[in-house]
């Protein structure tokens, strides 16, 4: 309990510093995925309160995620990757390939799915940038979003069924406006 006191503590008097920790260790998740990423999330959101653990989360994770696909893609050609290529690598990387926004955007909201290896295979399998970035965002911040408002008041979220309507009803609108925006990106890119 003292422990948790001293957190609370260090956040109220340093708040630049918890909000700078918060979103490295979101930007260091996506390279390692073993770190847990919902348990940074509402760590985040309980330290820095709702708004800023969410901005932190987001941006740290989004940027995070964002270099590990440049990483991937600039570096698909090495020997590493060349070793571990066979015919399931190979059916996974083209099927991630041809994938659109919805598959994406469920890849990256969905807290169950790696996105560190989703994130790889997208590199490797050199997915335009355009396609990639709107759903890796959307669904990011639609996870942290969820993540974040459940983690400040679980036992509210439980017993309102509003609360649960109104997540809901923000899945529904976080898919449609990624979607239309890549729908733009990508008629942008084509023209």
Known sequence: ????????????????????IGTFASFLESFIPALPL????VANSVMMGWVFGLLGSV??????TYLLFLLSNKF???????????NKVDRAINWVKHQGFATLFIAYSCPFIPGCLVTIACGVSNKSRESFVPAMISG?????LIASY????????IHSPMRII??????????????????????KHHN
């Open 166 to 187: 109104f997540v809901a009803a923000l899945t529904i609108i976080s898919f449609l406006v990624g979607r239309k925006i890549n729908t733009r990106i990508e008629a």
């Open 59 to 64: 941006l740290g994770s989004c940027t995070g």
């Open 140 to 144: 990011r911040i639609l996870m942290f």
């Open 1 to 20: 309990m003292e422990h948790i006191e001293t957190l609370f503590t260090l956040a109220r008097d340093n708040f630049i510093l918890v909000f700078i």
């Open 76 to 86: 698909s050609h090495i020997k590493i990757f060349e070793r571990i290529e066979n």
């Open 150 to 157: 459940i983690g400040n008041d679980l036992l509210g979220f």
């Open 38 to 41: 919902m348990g940074i999330v």
